[in-house]
């Protein structure tokens, strides 16, 4: 199986910051890469898709890189809306998804 | 709108059954394929089960083979999930989700673009 590993696990930040978050892939995933938000409480919300495309809806602030095993979330421009924790997902085994741990983003 | 709505959860016993309902509406059910992913207390996200769109074939995350198994039924636009010889770990909230696919250079892309709002399951 697909392993995936995120860093940092917690991150504090400021508004207005400029937040990375990484994914590690245990082995390559090509682009099979997902990013959802999830805040305390709620639903978990598709962020991005096959490793950057940004889903109809998400701020343009919310980008996505990377390919193989190696992929980052950015945000440029930290929201206080964006204080959530953020999960990669796998889909290079359709349909045997895979989530990352989850990265913590809270307030600094 | 795309709305999925979960029900079905509650308190019940080690080694007891209990089954799981997700109720889809806005969009052609019978299109789409469907997840149940689960969240324990604190815990970050697992997937459990899939169907394909035709509801004939499915799969499971090796954590719940052999105990949960999903179904559909395409003329009610309805998902289930029958969970039996629960255990203490399998308490969690579970949510369903929709299969969602895009296209880009001819190259298909899979993730779960809708999400039910959960229904928690404790096992205790």
């Known amino acids: 199986d697909i392993q995936l590993t995120q860093s940092p696990s917690f991150l504090s930040a400021s508004v207005g910051d400029r937040v990375t978050i990484t994914c590690r892939a245990s082995q390559g995933i090509n682009r099979y890469l997902a990013w959802y938000q999830q805040k305390p409480g709620k639903i978990p919300k598709l962020l991005i898709y096959?490793?950057?495309a940004l889903q109809s809806g998400v701020p343009s602030r919310f980008s996505g890189s990377g390919s193989g095993t190696e992929f980052t979330l950015t945000i440029s421009g930290l929201q206080p809306e964006d204080f959530a924790t953020y999960y990669c997902q796998q889909a290079n085994n359709y349909p045997r998804f895979t989530f990352g741990p989850g990265t913590k983003v809270d307030v600094k | 709108q795309v709305q999925l709505v979960e029900s079905g959860g509650g308190v019940v016993q080690p080694g007891r059954s209990l089954r799981l309902s997700c109720a889809a509406s806005g969009f052609t059910f019978s299109n789409n394929g469907m997840f149940w992913v689960r969240q324990a207390p604190g815990k970050g996200l697992e997937w459990v089960a899939v169907i394909w769109y035709h509801g004939s074939d499915s799969d499971y995350a090796d954590s719940v083979k052999g105990r949960f198994t999903i179904s559909r039924d395409n003329s009610k636009n309805m998902v289930y999930l029958q969970m039996n010889s629960l255990r203490d770990e399998d308490t969690a909230v579970y949510y369903c989700?929709?299969?969602?696919?895009?296209?880009?250079?001819?190259?298909?892309?899979?993730?779960?673009?809708?999400w039910g709002n959960g229904t928690t399951v404790t096992v205790s």
């Open positions: 989700a929709k299969d969602s696919v895009a296209t880009i250079f001819g190259v298909h892309y899979y993730y779960m673009d809708v």
């Open positions: 096959a490793a950057s």
